[in-house]
């Protein structure tokens, strides 16, 4: 006995949970407990870093996160960690009651603990549902006004529970607040707290045995099955790994209410609950909404109790193995019918606001001249990023930074200012390459890669705006002639359509302007608009 | 060794007939625990290290500020000029007013210092009397070119990067100023 275990019993207690006797059973299908367990410590882990770079409260929410993914190193994995971890941990409590059920080992006297259990099932997807809000972008935003809508919605209870979350059919700060607490002071020591019930009752009654164990000497939990459970989380904690820094976590443009053109989609876990309310409309909405999922729930608990019978041998358990094979099914074909219900969102013009957007503040000729930099290639021979070194100068230097006047003459005849060099002339017209020259002058170290990753539509729309001369009448961040209405805040004004038809006919909708009509094809006309109201205020 | 020969080795010998397979067993075992354990914790604990520790990217180049018109200033005359400044703190960028003393030298050069002691922090004046920066808190006293005359203020007053435009006096960051020979 040492001093430490002397005074606290540590080693002991460690010892007599690492030599568990165990059913001689006991194998590879036991590891998902263990699992769940880790990927909470992961969530509570990542959790707590996130919180360390995080404001909560809607907007600075947003603006901290996209602080977390663009400015804080390893932002970007703690994040993704986090993100995926909640789906991963959703798909191995699933697995775990999946296993339990088959196996029957919920029977006498293990009923208590499947039904710890089962409300462990509930407080995961609870994350799931108050995380989903803490971005505050578009996404969170919309797809909590849904799950707020759907409470609201139960009879009776609705409007209790609608205050409850903070708002009369409202999404905002109070709604917020009352996740964000949800989130990160509520639910995790509920969690801690009935995880360890269940651990405890797991150990009380000791890990259900298989038919044979009866007259097989038992195991010890440590090392081998520790060596199992030890694998098997390394293999998911790889995965997750992998998926955090390849998969691109989505961040969206900031929550706007105003927004009504929007389709919100829940998260890929709630994608099932979210067709099955498609099938009931109008008064019948509740059954689809609150009474299934209620029913469902209940008997999930009520499991034990309907099946009492004493056949654990799993090859026989044919009832238990059709019930999962069914809800399998079920939950496939809801949720596959929902992926082909949503609407195929244009990729092309989406805006990662999870990287650097200083492109944004480009004027549209600075924004036509990256179009340019990119059609011409400029990047085979210059650098503009440090680590990619080229023939010619690095353009983002400082320290050779010419005038407009200069770069114009040295592209028209390069070797006229530089005698020598390599480089060919530029075959672009003169207003064309006064926009490659204003991008250039624009150019720092600092800068350089925030500015290469403007996405392709917003370049291709800035060219359109260019070749169309739009800036001799319109103010576009802070340039052009303040003839029309200015661009910038566009999208706080106008809707979609009505700029698509305004560009059509535009006296038909604003009586007395002297625009004149613009005809774009259907792509040229998606990237304009998209480009027009990405323009920040 | 495999789990099948392991399963028979287990039913058919006594325990000493196994004993050399199962510790080597035992110990391919535990090293595996404590090794993809290691792995787990560095995965996450050096990520973790650098997101804390590391100071986050910069996103805007210091810009150079107005303080205001410096033309009519008399030599040898400081004067307290108030602008406004943008600094960012983490995620936010936010509109201060600052100060700076400046003191015009001779018509080329202009010093601009920091409106606090660099003593304890506190905001000293100009005593037109006296014609020394004087800080009340603990009677440091400063030259007009930000020396220490007296006081237990550790180093002269910092000073900003100044640059004048026409008439304009621009400032950069603040720089803290050596110890004093």
């Known amino acids: ?537 | 060794m495999g789990p099948r020969r392991d399963a028979y080795s287990k039913d058919m010998h006594t325990a000493e007939d196994c004993a050399a397979p199962s510790v080597t067993r035992r110990r391919f075992h535990i090293g595996f625990i404590y090794g993809l354990w290691s792995v787990i914790a560095a995965a996450l604990g050096v990520p973790a290290a650098l997101y804390l520790l590391l100071p986050p990217k910069l996103r805007k180049m210091p810009n150079w500020v107005t303080a205001g018109d410096v033309s009519k200033l008399q030599t040898g005359d400081p004067v307290e000029m108030i602008f406004r400044q943008n600094r960012v703190d983490g995620w936010k960028i936010l509109s201060e007013k600052s100060t700076a003393w400046v003191v015009k030298l001779s018509d080329s050069q202009v010093v601009a210092f920091g409106p606090q002691c660099t003593h304890l922090g506190c905001a000293y004046h100009w005593d037109e009397n006296r014609s020394q920066f004087l800080c009340p808190c603990h009677n440091s006293i400063f030259a007009i070119d930000g020396t220490v005359v007296s006081g237990p203020a550790p180093r002269p007053l910092d000073r900003y990067d100044t640059k004048l435009e026409g008439g304009k006096l621009l400032l950069g960051p603040l720089q803290e100023s050596k110890g004093q020979a």
């Open chain 1, 1 to 537: 006995m040492s001093w430490l275990d002397h005074r606290t019993g540590i080693e002991t207690a460690i010892r007599s949970f690492l030599y568990e006797e165990i059913p001689a059973s006991s194998g590879w299908r036991h590891v998902f407990g263990s699992m769940a367990v880790f990927l909470f410590m992961v969530q509570s882990f990542t959790g707590a870093l996130l919180a360390f770079n995080y404001a909560p409260t809607p907007g600075d929410a947003y603006n901290s996160l996209r602080y977390i993914l663009t400015e804080v190193t390893g932002g970007h994995l703690i994040r993704g960690l986090h993100h995926w971890g909640a789906s991963m941990m959703i798909v191995v409590v699933v697995l775990h009651m999946t296993q339990v059920f088959l196996y029957g080992a919920y029977k006498k006297p293990r009923e208590a603990t499947w039904m710890v259990g089962v409300v462990l099932l509930l407080l995961t997807m609870a994350y799931g549902l108050t995380g989903y809000l803490l971005p505050w972008d578009n996404r969170a935003y919309w797809g909590t006004v849904v799950s707020t809508r759907i409470a609201t919605g139960i009879p009776l209870l609705g409007p209790y529970l609608s205050r409850l979350l903070g708002g009369d059919n409202e999404v905002g700060v109070v709604t917020f607040a009352r996740f964000y607490g949800l989130h990160v002071l509520l639910l995790p020591p509920a969690t801690a707290l009935l995880m360890a019930s269940h651990i405890y009752l797991v150990r009380k009654h000791g890990v259900a045995p298989a038919p044979g164990d009866e007259v097989r000497a038992k195991k010890k939990f440590y090392p081998e099955q520790v060596f199992r459970d030890t694998v098997a989380i390394f293999i998911a904690f790889a995965i997750l790994f992998v998926m955090a820094v390849v998969v691109r976590v989505p961040l969206e443009r900031l929550a706007d209410p105003t927004d009504a053109t929007y389709v919100p989609r829940p998260e890929w876990y709630f994608l099932f609950l979210f067709q099955t309310l498609k099938f009931f409309d109008g008064p019948l909405e509740v059954v689809g909404s609150v009474v299934l999922p209620g029913l469902a729930v209940l008997a999930l608990i009520l499991v034990p109790f309907v099946d009492r019978g004493k056949v654990m041998r799993v090859t026989r358990r044919t009832v238990a193995i059709g019930v999962v094979s069914l809800a399998a099914l079920g939950w496939t074909g809801l949720t596959v019918a929902a992926r082909m219900t949503t609407p195929k969102a244009d990729e092309t013009t989406d805006v990662d606001f999870g990287a650097p957007t200083d492109w944004m503040q480009l004027s549209p000729q600075e924004l036509a001249g990256v179009g340019y930099f990119r059609k011409e290639h400029c990047d085979s021979c210059h650098g503009v990023v440090e680590d990619k070194p080229g023939i010619g100068p690095d353009l983002a230097n400082g320290n050779i930074r010419k005038s407009a006047a200069w770069m114009i003459a040295h592209f028209k005849r390069p070797a006229s200012m530089v005698p020598g060099t390599s480089m060919p002339a530029i075959q672009l017209s003169d207003s064309q390459l006064n926009a490659l020259a204003a991008f250039l002058l624009k150019l720092t170290p600092r800068n350089a890669a925030a500015l290469g990753n403007a996405p392709d539509f917003a370049v291709e729309a800035a060219l359109l705006f260019q070749a169309n001369n739009c800036g001799s009448c319109h103010v576009a961040n802070g340039v052009g002639m303040p003839i029309g209405p200015p661009l910038s805040g566009l999208a706080r004004r106008r809707t979609r359509t009505w700029v698509v038809q305004h560009f059509a006919n535009p006296q038909a909708l604003s009586p007395g302007s002297i625009m004149p009509p613009y005809r774009f094809s259907s792509q040229q006309m998606d990237h304009l608009v998209a480009y027009l109201f990405i323009l920040p205020e």
